[in-house]
Nanobody, 119 residues
């Protein structure tokens, strides 16, 4: 079992910055990849950014050049640095982990953190 704790959401003006954090904890698991998704009202959940166990990253086209995903040396905390925020970035942001353990390969989701970008 993997637990995810997210933090860092809030209200910011357009052009501003926020940093989201997601800490993964549990026992006897290996993170395959960890990333962020977001869901705006009335829209489907979409991938924002992901970082693999090897450190490779992938971003949605809409956030390339503005958002940066990174992780700590222990590889269990991931950060999403969001800059040049736009009103269309407003959404609930969810941390997602794909992890391997004795239970197999499973997906875990955080509780979500709200980001509101005002124009």
């Amino acid at each position: 079992q993997v637990q995810l704790v997210e933090s860092g959401g809030g209200l910011v003006q357009a052009g501003g910055s926020l940093r989201l954090s997601c800490a993964a904890s549990g026992s006897a698991f290996t993170i395959n990849h960890i990333g962020w998704y977001r869901q705006a009202p009335g829209k489907k959940r979409e991938l924002v950014a992901v970082i693999s166990s090897g450190g490779s990253t992938n971003y949605a086209d809409s956030v390339k050049g503005r958002f940066t995903i990174s992780r700590d040396n222990g590889k269990t905390v991931v950060y999403l640095q969001m800059s040049s925020l736009k009103p269309e970035d407003t959404a609930v942001y969810y941390c997602n982990v794909e992890a391997s353990s004795g239970l197999g390969v499973l997906d875990y989701w955080g509780q979500g953190t709200q980001v509101i970008v005002s124009s």
